[in-house]
């Protein structure tokens, strides 16, 4: 006589079959040596990473046919079948089959109860599919205390429990998550936790962590993992005023893993500047124009040799007026013509030529006459005032500033520049005053 539970059993076993035909009703020899179970494997990822599932799909059954009680090729073949949509169903007939052929393999229990934990919190399809008579989560709750029992030196089953249990008392399978406060609570702290987990560890911990990683075979999926841990390990040397040694943590990132990263690029930028290493922002920023050829690595690269110049009085090599006609070729907008205008007008400054610095500084006060836009005006107004300190003029340097605040009782001034000055000023956003005070502290400094 064939009950319920038999004809169950019958059918996940057919429908496994027929998910993988090649499993449980041949033995033919395999294309595969399977010598190796690990190259195996590792073989089987590559290609399912490659998304050539049918080929990862063979390697998996092949190695369930000699090794049926590796768990391995089961998950393998659990992320096959989860790379396309709704096949949560056949992951769990997958692993009911499993546990039928090895019905005491503890593993596939609790794959499979994992599986019957995701349907209790929200896919009430499968929930309804699996037919559970009483509380699902509760039966999942049953299970897991069990496997802590028989596991008791397992922390992750542990934790697992702890979590069901809190799942459970939340009323997590039965009330809308959205208006779940206590659930909501708890996903916004792991999230907090998750987050902050490396916050505790010394600079000489993380070190120890990333070097770990790095002595691992190279993986596209290490990455980010990698990445991570260069960025907490440079933010905790940061944090410690250790910044030679956190520049040279951004620099080995740079030079090893991601040239094209652009946190990490603005790492090194910030702690060159900061620490006046421009010898290393121009290498940087010549290696980063050589990768990105456009308008941004040009000026950048120009900003880093004109930093130089400045804080070395020093003069400006011959390759800049290279940069500067890519950078005119290259302008495709209003902003980069500015971008541009005002490097010119820097330079020019530099270079000790005032009259030509006046003439491009008048020509870009007429050009903005009317904006609004504060920041590209104070950009200016700087400019300005550096001007007046290289022509010995500390008066003129000074009206800046109040020329800026009253633009009103400059414009009729007979003074070409503080006219031209005034007018740029006349419709700038008065309604934050941190710009002025800005302003002021540049101005200062110069």
């Given at each position: 006589?064939?009950?319920?539970?038999?004809?169950?059993?019958?059918?996940?076993?057919?429908?496994?079959?027929?998910?993988?035909?090649?499993?449980?009703f041949t033995r033919r020899k395999s294309e595969y040596?399977?010598?190796?179970?690990?190259?195996?494997?590792?073989?089987?990822?590559?290609?399912?990473?490659?998304?050539?599932?049918?080929?990862?799909?063979?390697?998996?059954?092949?190695?369930?046919?000699?090794?049926?009680?590796?768990?391995?090729?089961?998950?393998?073949?659990?992320?096959?079948?989860?790379?396309?949509?709704?096949?949560?169903?056949?992951?769990?007939?997958?692993?009911?089959?499993?546990?039928?052929?090895?019905?005491?393999?503890?593993?596939?229990?609790?794959?499979?109860?994992?599986?019957?934990?995701?349907?209790?919190?929200?896919?009430?399809?499968?929930?309804?599919?699996?037919?559970?008579?009483?509380?699902?989560?509760?039966?999942?709750?049953?299970?897991?205390?069990?496997?802590?029992?028989?596991?008791?030196?397992?922390?992750?089953?542990?934790?697992?429990?702890?979590?069901?249990?809190?799942?459970?008392?939340?009323?997590?399978?039965?009330?809308?998550?959205?208006?779940?406060?206590?659930?909501?609570?708890?996903?916004?702290?792991?999230?907090?936790?998750?987050?902050?987990?490396?916050?505790?560890?010394?600079?000489?911990?993380?070190?120890?962590?990333?070097?770990?990683?790095?002595?691992?075979?190279?993986?596209?999926?290490?990455?980010?993992?990698?990445?991570?841990?260069?960025?907490?390990?440079?933010?905790?040397?940061?944090?410690?005023?250790?910044?030679?040694?956190?520049?040279?943590?951004?620099?080995?990132?740079?030079?090893?893993?991601?040239?094209?990263?652009?946190?990490?690029?603005?790492?090194?930028?910030?702690?060159?500047?900061?620490?006046?290493?421009?010898?290393?922002?121009?290498?940087?920023?010549?290696?980063?124009?050589?990768?990105?050829?456009?308008?941004?690595?040009?000026?950048?690269?120009?900003?880093?040799?004109?930093?130089?110049?400045?804080?070395?009085?020093?003069s400006i090599p011959s390759n800049v007026s290279q940069?500067?006609?890519?950078?005119?070729?290259?302008?495709?907008?209003?902003?980069?013509?500015?971008?541009?205008?005002?490097?010119?007008?820097?330079?020019?400054?530099?270079?000790?030529?005032?009259?030509?610095?006046?003439?491009?500084?008048?020509?870009?006060?007429?050009?903005?006459?009317?904006?609004?836009?504060?920041?590209?005006?104070?950009?200016?107004?700087?400019?300005?005032?550096?001007?007046?300190?290289?022509?010995?003029?500390?008066?003129?340097?000074?009206?800046?500033?109040?020329?800026?605040?009253?633009?009103?009782?400059?414009?009729?001034?007979?003074?070409?520049?503080?006219?031209?000055?005034?007018?740029?000023?006349?419709?700038?956003?008065?309604?934050?005053?941190?710009?002025?005070?800005?302003?002021?502290?540049?101005?200062?400094?110069?």
């Open positions: 006589m064939i009950t319920r539970k038999k004809f169950l059993s019958l059918s996940s076993l057919g429908i496994f079959s027929l998910l993988f035909p090649n499993l449980l040596i399977l010598s190796d179970l690990n190259t195996l494997l590792k073989s089987a990822s590559n290609l399912r990473k490659q998304k050539k599932y049918n080929q990862a799909n063979q390697i998996y059954q092949q190695i369930i046919v000699q090794y049926p009680n590796d768990i391995r090729a089961y998950d393998g073949m659990r992320k096959i079948l989860l790379s396309q949509k709704n096949k949560e169903w056949q992951v769990i007939l997958m692993f009911k089959s499993a546990l039928l052929l090895n019905p005491n393999n503890v593993e596939f229990k609790q794959r499979l109860y994992k599986e019957y934990l995701r349907a209790a919190l929200g896919n009430k399809k499968i929930k309804n599919l699996i037919n559970f008579g009483g509380r699902l989560l509760s039966e999942v709750k049953q299970k897991y205390e069990n496997f802590v029992q028989t596991q008791p030196n397992n922390k992750n089953l542990q934790k697992q429990y702890i979590r069901i249990n809190k799942l459970l008392e939340w009323n997590a399978d039965t009330q809308n998550p959205n208006q779940n406060l206590a659930l909501r609570t708890y996903k916004k702290q792991q999230y907090k936790n998750f987050k902050n987990r490396f916050d505790s560890l010394t600079a000489t911990q993380l070190e120890a962590k990333l070097n770990k990683l790095l002595a691992k075979p190279y993986s596209k999926d290490r990455k980010q993992h990698i990445r991570e841990l260069y960025k907490h390990s440079f933010k905790k040397l940061r944090k410690n005023k250790e910044n030679s040694q956190a520049l040279d943590k951004a620099l080995t990132y740079y030079n090893t893993i991601d040239k094209n990263d652009p946190l990490f690029l603005k790492y090194i930028r910030d702690l060159s500047k900061y620490q006046k290493k421009h010898d290393i922002l121009i290498s940087i920023e010549t290696q980063n124009h050589t990768l990105k050829n456009n308008f941004w690595s040009a000026l950048a690269l120009i900003d880093a040799y004109i930093r130089k110049a400045e804080h070395q009085n020093s940069l500067i006609s890519f950078l005119e070729a290259e302008i495709t907008a209003p902003n980069m013509r500015f971008e541009f205008n005002t490097r010119k007008i820097k330079l020019d400054i530099l270079a000790n030529q005032l009259n030509t610095a006046k003439d491009k500084i008048l020509n870009q006060c007429k050009d903005m006459y009317g904006i609004s836009n504060t920041h590209s005006i104070d950009r200016m107004n700087i400019l300005i005032a550096d001007y007046c300190v290289k022509s010995g003029n500390n008066e003129g340097k000074n009206k800046v500033l109040s020329i800026a605040v009253n633009p009103q009782s400059y414009i009729d001034n007979s003074d070409m520049l503080i006219q031209a000055m005034a007018l740029m000023n006349q419709n700038r956003n008065f309604t934050k005053n941190i710009h002025i005070e800005n302003l002021q502290k540049l101005i200062h400094k110069l």
